[in-house]
């Protein structure tokens, strides 16, 4: 454990991996059409903050000394079932064929950027994987920048403004199909299926947010269903890819079962955690700070956490949650009960609580400062201010 007053940092921990992460994703994205290829590239240009690979190597390297799965663990019956730990799977590095003659791959091939020495504890699938993530997310983004109609992401321009809807919808796709192919290659079907799931989750997760029945009445009145809707709809769009990626990452070390579900819980309580202090930010940053423009959610007819905690003791929001605060001044009307109420507090205690979940989800895992690091995305995350 590090002592108190040394402040870890979980990017210097990983950064070695990290440093290739982008130059690894700009790679997987070349398309042979130029301008495909720099719409699919835009979002890899700006500093993104790189939280869900960041995550996935920091767990690979936590579980890396935990216990490894025996074959008695694994799904199919072994009659020579004895407990020893399988080896590393073997992950393929061809490049992508459609690259080739397309787009020249110049300087140090991919191949080499995996050579880089590390300290043998994170597997060249978990870096894949960790990229993996990124394209998963940053499509996610080209779409959701689309359907929210926004101008800036990241202080810049979004991809939707510069190169229009219909480049950014195809942009994100393609960053879809190029996610898959890496994905595959890992040849791993349960590592597979989890991260094809996320897919499905995070359409799901929109199109709870897109057409909430929760609220489908003109004036809707408070109750414990909002809140349960929300926070599946939290987990679906928010907490879902970074779960499932962190159970991922744990899959391709071949972990022991109680590990790969502890690397889920810190993922899911983290994820969740995130995605409320990022709608308390809505409601608390300027625009400015937050690269974005901010209270953008009332501004989309959106009702998240703060507002659903102040609507239990203010029920006139009711009427302006009915009619999505469309009617000019809603969205003011809205904003200053809600501030005029403890719902950003009440938001701020319960992702509290799910950071602290998160961090005693991983309470048995070797220490080392990988998990410091994990343990350190907690307090940071309650911290941050973009
Ligand atoms: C950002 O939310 C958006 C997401 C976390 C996911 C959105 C999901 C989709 C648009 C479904 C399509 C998914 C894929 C994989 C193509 P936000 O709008 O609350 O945050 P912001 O302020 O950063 O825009
Ligand atoms: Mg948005
Ligand atoms: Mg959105």
């Given at each position: 454990k590090a002592p108190a007053n040394i402040t870890i940092d979980p990017l210097r921990i990983v950064a070695k991996e990290l440093k290739f992460l982008n130059k690894n994703i700009r790679q997987l994205l070349g398309s042979g059409h130029p301008i495909l290829d720099t719409v699919a590239k835009y979002y890899t240009q700006s500093e993104g903050k790189h939280v869900r690979p960041l995550l996935v190597l920091l767990m690979s390297r936590a579980i890396a000394a935990a216990p490894k799965r025996t074959r008695r663990d694994t799904l199919i019956p072994d009659?020579?079932?004895?407990?020893t730990p399988m080896s590393p799977p073997k992950v393929l590095y061809d490049?992508?064929?459609?690259?080739a003659g397309h787009t020249p791959i110049t300087g140090p091939s991919y191949e080499t950027d995996y050579s880089f020495?590390?300290?043998?504890?994170?597997?060249p699938s978990q870096r894949r994987l960790a990229e993996i993530t990124e394209l998963i997310h940053t499509a996610s983004l080209l779409h959701d920048d689309v359907i929210d109609h926004s101008t800036l992401r990241r202080s810049e321009p979004s991809a939707n403004i510069l190169f229009g809807n219909k480049m950014a919808v195809l942009a994100g796709d393609f960053l879809l199909g190029r996610a898959s192919v890496a994905l595959a290659r890992l040849r791993d079907p349960e590592v597979t299926e989890l991260l094809a799931t996320v897919i499905a989750n995070l359409i799901e997760g929109e199109f709870m947010q897109l057409k909430n029945t929760a609220l489908d009445e003109k004036e809707p009145r408070w109750s414990e269903e909002n809140v349960s809707y929300y926070l599946q709809k939290t987990y679906l769009k928010s907490a879902s890819l970074i779960s499932k990626s962190c159970r991922a990452a744990a899959l391709l070390a071949h972990s022991a079962p109680e590990v790969v579900d502890a690397a889920y819980a810190y993922g899911r309580n983290l994820g969740l955690a995130f995605q409320l202090v990022d709608d308390m930010l809505d409601y608390t940053i300027s625009g400015s700070e937050l690269g974005k423009p901010a209270g953008a959610d009332l501004e989309l007819g959106l009702a998240t956490a703060p507002l659903l905690f102040a609507w239990k003791e203010r029920p006139e929001l009711g009427r302006l949650v009915g009619r999505k605060f469309?009617?000019?001044g809603d969205v003011d009307e809205a904003r200053s009960i809600v501030l005029q109420t403890d719902g950003l507090e009440q938001t701020r205690a319960l992702a509290q609580e799910y950071a602290d979940k998160a961090v005693s989800a991983i309470s048995?895992?070797?220490?080392?400062e990988a998990k410091d690091g994990l343990e350190e995305m907690c307090i940071k995350l309650m911290k941050r201010r973009r």
């Open positions: 009659s020579r079932a004895i407990d490049a992508n064929p459609d690259q020495p590390n300290d043998g504890s994170i597997l469309i009617e000019p048995s895992f070797p220490p080392g």
